[in-house]
């Protein structure tokens, strides 16, 4: 069965600072990897997601995120946060079907 | 385009009821997957369907079940409802089936069980 790991539970960041959220799945199969975020008080919104080619692959207000087969890792990153990216992200992935198996998530608290 | 609608949003019930959630995806979406999500387990697949038919299904009991219309709103159902069940349940759509196209989540059904 398919898993996903997030290491980190809960980042604290001062406004400007860089952030990276790591993200581990076990599946030796082909996967697509998506990125959710869920501010408070909001449903889930998708972040960036990847199905192939580039492994490099932009989203929304400034995220990316770095697919490394090799590693079977898909980490978020930003070069500078804002309070307003405070919220709850979660990895997720899936080999194909429409179910999504998803991360314990991160919370994400950026002090002004 | 209006989003992914739950209803209700709150619900509350007591041990060994059943319950009935509905949610109505993003016009022209024709897949439907429901999730479960509590603080101890995180987000949970329950199942997914596309056209009427139930297509993927996770890994919980058979008291929970859906189904979905012609019109693609989906109905999920919970029989004998256990204290464990209480929960936020999500559901989401996407345009057609196939794990390459991103899903878009409701707002969600927050059940309680007394």
């Known amino acids: 069965a398919q898993s996903v790991s997030q290491h980190n539970h809960h980042v604290i960041l001062s406004e400007a600072a860089s952030l990276e959220l790591g993200c581990n799945y076990s599946y030796g199969g082909t996967v697509n990897l998506f990125w959710y975020v869920q501010y408070p008080g909001q449903h889930l919104q998708l972040l960036l997601k990847y199905f192939s080619g580039d492994p490099l692959v932009k989203g929304i207000k400034g995220f990316e995120a770095e697919f490394i087969k090799s590693k079977f890792s898909f980490n978020l990153r930003k070069p500078s946060v804002q309070w307003s990216d405070t919220a709850e992200y979660f990895c997720a992935v899936n080999s194909g079907a429409n179910n999504l198996f998803f991360g314990t998530g991160t919370r994400l608290t950026v002090i002004p | 385009k209006a989003g992914v609608t739950q209803t209700p949003r709150y619900l509350i019930k007591t041990r060994g009821q059943q319950v009935t959630l509905s949610c109505s995806p993003i016009s022209g979406h024709r897949s439907v997957s429901w999730y479960q999500q509590t603080p101890g387990q995180g987000l949970q697949f329950l199942f997914e369907y596309f056209s009427e038919t139930q297509r993927n299904k996770g890994n919980f009991p058979g008291r929970f079940s859906g189904r979905q219309f012609s019109n693609s709103r989906s109905e999920m159902n919970v029989s004998t409802l256990e204290l464990g069940d209480s929960a936020l349940y999500l559901c989401?759509?996407?345009?057609?089936?196939?794990?390459?196209?991103?899903?878009?989540f409701g707002d969600g059904t927050r059940l309680s069980i007394l």
């Open positions: 989401a759509s996407s345009l057609v089936g196939g794990g390459n196209q991103p899903q878009h």
